[in-house]
């Protein structure tokens, strides 16, 4: 018997499921529609099987099985790009999502994670030892993809990104193999881990550095909408002498009861005393509504702006570095913000740097460490119906941005925009990056991704 809407037969997946730990799903599975639901309501593909591994043998089994029948893969870490690229349609689905086992070694100061881990999974098992790596801001955000692309969060610019904190990765090529990867062995493909995504196999487990972070004094202070203007050019300034313990975002947003506001949101993770007199400048400028930043546990931080990118509603991105937060950048912004048609929708000024910047020992392929604002307009609505009107403010917006932006994007916020974007998000990195999918991937078996082409 054939299965819905493609050629694989049910006693091919049959056989496959005998020779894995884990479970085959086909689409006559009760579990198929919510096991191939990712976060992005936007997304609604069919893969022909989804194999739910544990271990490395289900992985290559995986694989050898989808090169066999000539098959698409895609490859499930915790489901949160904005692409979609976790889920094929037609293909097969390696979804990674039960492996979640995490180890962490409070001596050496280093977590072994598998890459079905989330970054709430990840925090929850390291704070039981006061330890935390820079990560995701949702908890239900993927430790793989995101530190796979790169990875900032609230402790970036104190600890660098997240794959700055690699130590290690344990990965299973196209051809089957599984290679560790580290500054010792396969230091080439160690450089690729860190900023070049999914495209060099299918990572299963990852050793990363942790550190001492526990109570952070964090949170947000908001004022109304109004007030945009000067809290975006006071942050601005703010940023350039604030110390690399102190990550701050501001973010254009409307409350609950549907009262657009603006809010600077941060995290400092040093000594709360000193940290109390860096933000005081913060905490007494302007008049705001309210005053949330206080001493809170890490765990707390980390979950903080989770209530406002609930799975499973619809979202649509745009992202990318600015050349300058110039006053005019800023007007435009705030313009944009206002005829913005969902209440859940947001746009961010993110800063990274601070350890962020530097290069760790043996370079990355992620290649934006220049000190730059990064915006992220993040359109996020709940009805079908309601797709066109968002998209099109999004689109409009960003179109409108062009003469500010510095043409260099974060490759885990890109969407699927084309060619000329992927060479934006992997700038210079580009052409060893290629070099290097020739070597590990020349038939570009991992291409649901964004994807770099094998030289
Ligand atoms: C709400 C939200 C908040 C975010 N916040 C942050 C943030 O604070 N900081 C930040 O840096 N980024 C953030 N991101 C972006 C995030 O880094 C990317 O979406 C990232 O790709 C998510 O990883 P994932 O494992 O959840 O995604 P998935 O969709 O599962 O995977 C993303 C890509 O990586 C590949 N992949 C996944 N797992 C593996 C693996 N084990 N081996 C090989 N390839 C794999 C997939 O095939 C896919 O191409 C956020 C995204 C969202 C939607």
Same mark, same amino acid.
């Given at each position: 018997m054939a299965l819905e809407?493609?050629?694989?037969?049910?006693?091919?997946? &049959?056989?496959?499921?005998?020779?894995? &730990?884990?479970f085959v799903i086909?689409? /006559?599975d009760g579990e198929y529609n919510s096991v191939r639901k990712i976060w992005n309501g936007m997304v609604d593909r069919k893969p022909a099987i989804i194999v739910r591994c544990l271990n490395n043998n289900d992985i290559i089994q995986a694989i050898r099985f989808a090169r066999e029948h000539n098959l698409v893969i895609s490859v499930r870490g915790g489901g949160h790009n904005i692409t979609g690229n976790a889920v094929c349609n037609g293909g097969v689905m390696i979804d990674l999502s039960l492996m979640k086992a995490i180890q962490v070694n409070p001596e050496e100061q280093t977590a072994d994670v598998e890459m079905g881990a989330t970054w709430g999974d990840?925090? &929850?098992?390291?704070?039981?030892y006061g330890l935390a790596t820079t990560g995701g801001l949702i908890t239900s955000t993927g430790v793989a993809g995101l530190t796979l692309g790169g990875g900032v969060g609230w402790l970036v610019? &104190?600890?660098?990104? +997240?794959?700055?904190?690699?130590?290690?990765?344990?990965?299973? /090529?196209?051809?089957?193999?599984?290679?560790?990867?580290?500054?010792?062995e396969n230091p080439d493909l160690f450089w690729g881990l860190r900023g070049g995504g999914g495209n060099f196999g299918v990572v =299963? +487990?990852?050793?990363?550095?942790?550190?001492?972070?526990? /109570?952070?004094l964090g949170g947000m202070i908001v004022y109304t909408r109004d007030k945009a203007g000067e809290v975006i050019r006071f942050y601005r300034e703010f940023m350039k002498t604030a110390p690399d313990e102190l990550t701050l975002y501001t973010a254009l947003l409307t409350t609950p009861e549907g009262v657009p506001i603006v809010a600077t949101i941060g995290c400092y993770c040093g000594d709360i005393d000193k940290g109390e007199s860096i933000i005081k400048p913060l905490?007494?400028?302007? =008049?705001?509504?309210?005053?949330?930043?206080?001493?809170?546990?890490?765990?707390?931080?980390? +979950?903080?702006l989770d209530a406002g990118f609930t799975t499973g509603n619809r979202y649509y991105w745009k992202s990318g570095f600015l050349q300058e937060l110039s006053d005019e950048a800023i007007d435009h912004i705030i313009s944009h913000m206002a005829i913005n048609p969902s209440p859940f929708s947001s746009t961010v000024i993110e800063l990274y740097g601070g350890a962020g910047s530097k290069e760790p020992e043996g370079g990355t392929a992620y290649p934006h460490r220049q000190l730059e604002f990064n915006l992220v307009i993040n359109a996020n609505w709940i009805v079908t119906q309601d797709d066109e009107k968002n998209i099109s403010w999004v689109r409009y917006f960003w179109q409108t941005m062009q003469p500010f932006l510095s043409h260099k994007v974060y490759v885990n916020a890109l969407g699927v925009e084309g060619e000329d974007r992927i060479r934006e998000a992997y700038g210079d990195s580009y052409t060893r990056l290629a070099t290097l999918k020739s070597k590990y991937d020349p038939d570009n078996v991992f291409q649901m991704n964004q994807n770099i082409l094998p030289a």
């Open positions: 809407g493609n050629t694989i037969e049910l006693s091919a997946a &049959k056989e496959l499921d005998a020779l894995i &730990k884990g086909t689409q /006559t990840f925090d &929850k098992a390291t704070q039981q610019r &104190k600890y660098g990104l +997240s794959c700055d904190n690699m130590i290690e990765a344990e990965v299973v /090529t196209a051809d089957g193999r599984v290679v560790i990867a580290s500054l010792l =299963s +487990s990852m050793k990363l550095r942790v550190h001492p972070v526990s /109570t952070v905490r007494t400028f302007g =008049s705001p509504i309210a005053d949330l930043i206080e001493p809170i546990p890490y765990i707390q931080m980390q +979950s903080l």
